[in-house]
């Protein structure tokens, strides 16, 4: 990059700085395409320092090196990069009088999830009073939480506050280089979550979206990085559980952790993108790099997550278990219905000594939907005594879906045990019957039956989201079978 | 309570019933006896409501309404309850779930307001004395992993929490041992009120000793072929069923 080039982009940034950063970002919006110049609006829009610029331009010219992966077994039409606008500023959704004009189904599920009647107006953009103030909420929350000294906040704001924490784990566990969508999202990323829990310190509350529905629309390409310290403790809820339309196709996000000595994270995500009509139009493509490092001794990293949504789903939450004595999980519920097609699962990378990784995946599939499982162990030829425990269980409902499972080994370490089992089973008539003998439809069967199935997944997740978690899946479910 | 008229059924296009006819009154126990294979168990699926037995003839009148026009669930918030010859395991679902989730849809179809938790465990607790079973079974996933006997006295359990009016019990006392049959027949009697009413589906006569019945019927290749008093149950422990064979040879 020139000298001027670089003095011009250190100038808009300043100037952008100064200006503020909402009131600017609410004016400004790219056109469609993707190039060097578009990365460099955003960035400079975004206020950003150089070192971040520079960051994306590398993923960049990366990205331009890679092709689209076709390896995962779904299928869905050529992506134009071209076509999309990699930013715009904060939509404002239309504006409704009052909830009796929103859409009758959205509301029902609205009345089927519990949603209080303040959140469904503010969900589905009803002009909302004095009662229901994000943002103070978000604010009350923060302070709380800096004064233990944990920073939370959103990807910009790190950016600019806390830069060397940024610049120091950025990329450290997924690389610019990684993959075809981590590379693009390293390139064009909007914005996202920060955690940083310093050292001995447990996050008193689980960290979820309160202050993120502030970024709601911002989430095409969500960047978060969360760093836990030596001996910290947290656990932080991704995602919104309630059936929030969305315009963005392409949803391709980047989750880094870190975990240092004695640390833990616990991470869990409830997904209900919108899977697009029974035909499968219009449904969010979810391309999704979630990795995390347990660096330390004695770290420890846990996934859950409960997949209903999104046309189609591409996910592997991995650990690297690098860290002696370190452990890895993964927990997981992925159900498809209608058209839907998923390929989930996981990494599990054993580079330490004594390190423990265990796989629990759920993968239900109903209507005419693809269900794959993809799973990786591996172990490091000095990962001596490395243990992993993997279960994949399949469940059908119907006979037009599909459920594959594709685990794959690689032991450089003969001291490693490794344990791998897996079921496909569909729901029995004689178990639907015997609900239905005491009193319980079919639908409610299914339910039942369904979130027993996912039981061990469950009982992972933090009580409220758990509860959540089984209204989705019966929702997700309804009209599969009978 | 229940009017059974005329009764013809089809499994896989076999005909299995072949006309029966049944009046249960509240307050009574019937019970049904017959040798294996006699259509017992299809009888009492077919009045829960089971799909693949079809019905080609008659009627079946519970308070009135037809229960045949019925889906299973709705005869069982009516109060139609069977216990089921074979119980089904139900995997990671807990009998206490699976137990606030009927009473409830129960409940609401007779527009009462859902239980509280409270008064509910504390009921199903008592409940469980009854049929003397071990509270552990409460949080297990039902009749997983459960012996033979403990799956027949969870099924009286069920009815016990549920409450039906007219309670099928199919086998219940095969494969039970003497003590355990003598605690599944005393929790039925216990149940038994004037306002409900008992069919006793059975192969041996042996439960009949601890659950009195008001009438026997014999079932015999799809037809009820003798009824009585409780001394036809005698009489047929000591002929056995080759008596009802010769003496009705038209079957
Ligand atoms: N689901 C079914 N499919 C095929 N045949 C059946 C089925 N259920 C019952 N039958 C047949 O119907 C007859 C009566 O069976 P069942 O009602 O179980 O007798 P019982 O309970 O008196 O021993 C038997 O010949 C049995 O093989
Ligand atoms: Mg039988």
Redesign the pocket.
Known sequence: MSSTEVSTIEELANKEYKFGFVTDIEAESLPIGLNEETIKKLSSIKGEPEFMLEWRLKAYRHWLTLTEPHWANVHYPKINYQAISYYSAPKKKPQLNSLDELDPELRKTFEKLGISLDEQKRLSGVAVDAVFDSVSVATTFREKLSELGIIFCSFSEAVKNHPDLVKKYLGSVVPHTDNFFASLNSAVFSDGSFVYIPKGVRCPMELSTYFRMNAANTGQFERTLIIADEGAYVSYLEGCTAPQRDENQLHAAVVELIALDNAQIKYSTVQNWYAGDKDGKGGIYNFVTKRGACRGVNSKISWTQVETGSAITWKYPSCILQGDNSIGEFYSVAVTNNLQQADTGTKMIHLGRNTRSTIISKGISAGRSNNSYRGQVKVARRAENARNFSQCDSLLLGDKCGAHTFPYLEINNPSAQVEHEATTSKIGEDQIFYLNQRGISTEDAIGLIVNGYCKEVFKELPMEFAVEAQKLLSISLEGSVG | MLEIKNLHVK??GKE?LKGINLTVNAGEVHAIM?P???????LAQTLAGKT?YEVTNGEALFEGKNLLDLSPEVRAREGVFLAFQYPIELPGVSNTNLLKTALNEIRKYRGLEAIDTMEFLSMIKSKMKLVELEQSLLSRAVNEGFSGGEKKRNEIFQMAVLEPKLAILDETDSGLDIDALRIVANGVNKLKTKDNATIVVTHYQRLLDYIIPDFVHV?YKGKIVMSGGKELALELEDKGYDWVKEDIPQV
């Open positions: 499994v896989e299995i017959g294996n294979g006699s259509g017992k168990s299809t693949e079932l």
